[in-house]
């Protein structure tokens, strides 16, 4: 691909070799990541697995894509989904910021959660307050 095509690429776009360098990358790259010659450099070790995959793809073979933490310019990590194609012996990789699939279901579970505690203190709450009508009735008689 043509390196002055390439810049303009309004996505995240890496061209990299099989150890990871980086030989080309978008404009768009430079505002989500940190300046790095190679993307092992932004890689959250927990991922380093799934890049090894990606970079040992044979050449010329389908697309393959991973979920990758990876670490932003404020030097946080961030969700992104990731494919990678192999033409030439170049990896064309283009990473988009996702969601995390664990942080919805943590997301619902932590809500689910909480409507069940507040259902829990709402009964006993219910509760209390029978307890002490009770009593004030008793107490009139």
Known sequence: MDTMLTKW???????VNRKGTILNSSHTTHSYFPDTSNIWTIIHEEHRDKVILMLSQSANSYPITQHLMLKIRNNLFGNFRCTIQWKDGVGHLVCTESKSIKESTTTFSSVH???IDTQRRLKESEKH?????????????
């Open 113 to 115: 959660k909480s409507l």
């Open 9 to 15: 690429i309004p996505v995240p776009y890496f061209q």
């Open 129 to 141: 307050l029978e307890d002490v009508a009770h009593i004030i009735k008793i107490r009139k008689h």
